[in-house]
């Protein structure tokens, strides 16, 4: 049996991650990063929400002391405003801090080995707009490389969704279901998902092009068209 860590932030992609895995046989533990991040508060309920109906451990780890590092984008900096509306390379830019998955796996993968697990996994995928660097595939093969390399015995990074897109990740939930109304996706981390960050359409959008009733109460629930 496969054993490994998620990197969990209670969102859609990454429950629909843990329950695939956990489908597939793997042992699962569940590993939590405060970076600084606006929506954290609303991103570390869900997931310990989510992972308790599992019954599987889940860790947080506090990394705020690289806010000196990450400074300068709209997720970790509340003095940088939200970007609103449907991703673009200019909301892209905003929303981006720096190096972030690969710092949150270089610490899953410590603690696969300090657990002697098999493998770390993340939730990444191509997406249609949402052209992050590291989430696309050259970059989780290249973790994957070193992840081999970085110990003893070899640590694999799993990424089974990265050539997807957010569809393909709904319609994956929806076959396993997965509670999509405990998990959160929303930057501005609010009472109820704003409706209106990037993150937001492309979930409402996911929703809708994989034909999957959406459980998701929103702010604004203006028509997609408008962005």
């Known amino acids: 049996m496969a054993r490994s860590v998620v990197i969990y932030s209670g969102g859609l992609d990454s429950t629909t991650l843990m329950y695939h895995l956990l489908a597939e046989g793997h042992e699962v533990k569940a590993l939590s990063v405060n970076y600084g991040q606006r929506h954290r508060n609303r991103e570390m309920a869900a997931a310990a929400a989510i992972c308790g109906r599992l019954n599987i ?3 947080m780890v506090n990394l705020t002391a690289l806010l000196a590092v990450f400074d300068g984008n ?5 003095g940088v405003a939200l970007p609103e509306g449907a991703y673009a390379p200019e909301t892209i830019a905003q929303t981006t801090v720096p190096n972030r998955n690969m710092v949150m796996l270089s610490v899953g993968i410590a603690w696969a080995v300090a657990l002697k697990f098999d493998a770390v996994a ?3 995928h191509r997406g249609e707009r949402t052209n992050y660097p590291d989430c696309q595939p ?3 093969d290249a973790m994957d490389r070193a ?3 970085c110990n003893f015995e070899p640590i694999r990074v799993l990424a089974p969704f990265v050539n997807g897109v957010k569809a393909d990740i709904v319609r994956r939930g929806a076959e396993l279901g997965v509670p999509f109304d405990l998990t959160w996706s929303c930057y501005a981390g609010g009472e109820q998902h704003c409706g209106r960050c990037g993150t937001c359409i492309d979930r409402r959008t996911a929703f809708l092009q ?3 009733a959406d459980p998701t109460n929103y702010e604004s629930d203006l028509p997609l ?3």
């Open 122 to 124: 993340f939730g990444a």
């Open 74 to 78: 709209a997720l970790t900096n509340t």
């Open 57 to 59: 451990e889940h860790r």
């Open 138 to 140: 050259p970059f989780a």
């Open 210 to 212: 994989a034909h999957v």
């Open 147 to 149: 992840a081999r390399e």
């Open 225 to 227: 068209g408008a962005f």
